[in-house]
């Protein structure tokens, strides 16, 4: 497959993706090289990265803790001390292997450290490959609030191998598999019957090729989201505000990003046929088609005035306005669309009946 160039990296993929990072990697000349992985990314994916690495490098691995509830400032605290323990300097680079919180919060620890080091992604889950591998947003989460902190900093380059894809579980490559359906939602209507009609997982690089050009496309356009890019928060201000909720939540199981996000593309699906134009048919095309791959979420009462209650932390917001992104139709979104919280409940009872 052909490399995404971006606006300062691109993105490359397989084989191809390997020769030029090892080029990459003898070009700089680099004092020290890191790699910040996950238990789960040391054990399944490192083995077959250092496989393809050619040369002799003094590689020092950080491992961090898995899952979301570690992507927090105290993580970064963390492996910055053990950065300066290992004496890394400003010529030093960080390789962050795994999904979206390794990359996320490796691309802040690189992009604060000295204030700045060089650093590479190598997203190894669906979600990563085809969301936190464009756009260079990194940072982390507070409390259960998601992405409050963090800066808009781009990595060298970025690797994707789907073979990663082949250590992952069902629930994890439907999780990211939500991304892609809102790719289609915001972008194209083609693309979104293309994707509503996969079931198998085994043979997604030219999807995940394709949503990788769709982000890139948006973000090259708007790199600092003070428009175009905020389309790509389709479902998020419900879903991100869904996402912490059950984060912080002891009588619920947590929520995968991806699960959480389907949630608030249905809810914002119905705000859409409310306030935007969605058509009925495309508003139940929406349902079904998540209801088919996530299962449904029970909300009390109780858990919606909280969800709600969360949404003044939604990055889009200002002036004291929640900013939505809507749809007018499959393919063609509305941005900053206000809505009020007797419709934000109504959209509640759609998603329960």
């Known amino acids: 497959m052909d490399s995404i160039i971006t606006a300062s990296y691109a993105v490359h993929f397989n084989e191809k993706g390997y020769e030029i990072l090892n080029d990459q990697l003898v070009k700089n000349n680099y004092s020290k090289l890191f790699i910040l992985?996950?238990?789960?990314?040391?054990?399944?994916?490192?083995?077959?990265?250092?496989?393809?690495?050619?040369?002799?490098?003094?590689?020092?691995?950080?491992?961090?803790?898995?899952?979301?509830?570690?992507?927090?400032?105290?993580?970064?605290?963390?492996v910055w001390e053990v950065l300066s323990e290992?004496?890394?300097?400003?010529?030093?680079?960080?390789?962050n292997l795994g999904g979206g919180?390794?990359?996320?919060?490796?691309?802040?620890?690189a992009s604060c450290f000295k204030r700045g080091i060089d650093f590479i992604n190598i997203?190894?889950?669906?979600?990563?490959?085809?969301?936190?591998?464009?756009?260079?947003?990194?940072?982390?989460?507070?409390?259960?609030?998601?992405?409050?902190v963090?800066?808009?900093?781009?990595?060298?380059?970025?690797?994707?191998?789907?073979?990663?894809?082949?250590?992952?579980?069902?629930?994890?490559?439907?999780s990211g598999f939500a991304e892609m359906l809102k790719h289609g939602l915001i972008s194209d209507a083609?693309?979104?019957?293309?994707?509503?009609?996969?079931?198998?997982?085994?043979?997604?690089?030219?999807?995940?090729?394709?949503?990788?050009?769709?982000?890139?496309?948006?973000?090259?356009q708007d790199p600092t989201e003070q428009h175009l890019r905020k389309i790509l928060n389709y479902g998020h201000t419900l879903g991100?505000?869904?996402?912490?909720?059950?984060?912080?939540?002891?009588?619920?199981?947590?929520?995968?990003?991806?699960?959480?996000?389907?949630?608030?593309?249905?809810?914002?699906?119905?705000?859409?046929?409310?306030?935007?134009?969605?058509?009925e048919p495309d508003l139940e095309d929406i349902k079904t088609t998540f209801l088919k791959r996530y299962k449904?979420?029970?909300?009390?009462?109780?858990?919606?005035?909280?969800?709600?209650?969360l949404l003044k932390f939604d990055k889009k917001n200002s002036h004291g306005n929640i900013n939505f992104v809507l749809l007018e139709k499959i393919g063609k979104p509305a941005i900053d669309v206000k809505v009020s919280s007797e419709l934000m409940h109504e959209a509640f009872e759609y998603y329960a009946k």
């Not at 002891?250 to 058509?279: C, D, K, R």
């Not at 449904?296 to 209650?309: G, Q």
């Open 37 to 78: 992985v996950d238990q789960n990314t040391h054990n399944h994916c490192l083995p077959r990265f250092m496989g393809n690495i050619e040369g002799e490098y003094d590689f020092e691995i950080i491992e961090i803790e898995a899952g979301e509830v570690n992507k927090n400032i105290e993580t970064c605290t963390q």
């Open 86 to 95: 290992l004496d890394a300097d400003r010529k030093s680079a960080m390789i």
């Open 101 to 109: 919180v390794v990359t996320d919060l490796g691309g802040f620890v």
């Open 123 to 148: 997203p190894t889950t669906l979600l990563s490959m085809v969301d936190a591998s464009v756009g260079g947003k990194t940072g982390v989460d507070l409390g259960s609030l998601k992405n409050q």
């Open 150 to 174: 963090g800066v808009i900093n781009q990595p060298q380059l970025v690797l994707v191998d789907p073979e990663f894809l082949y250590t992952l579980s069902e629930r994890q490559l439907q």
């Open 190 to 220: 083609n693309y979104w019957n293309t994707l509503k009609n996969v079931t198998n997982f085994n043979a997604l690089d030219p999807l995940i090729h394709a949503s990788v050009s769709i982000k890139n496309n948006v973000v090259v």
């Open 240 to 279: 991100h505000a869904v996402e912490s909720y059950f984060l912080e939540s002891s009588n619920h199981e947590l929520l995968l990003h991806g699960e959480a996000i389907a949630v608030g593309m249905i809810l914002e699906g119905y705000l859409s046929y409310q306030l935007t134009g969605l058509s």
């Open 296 to 309: 449904k979420v029970a909300f009390t009462k109780k858990d919606i005035e909280a969800i709600l209650t």
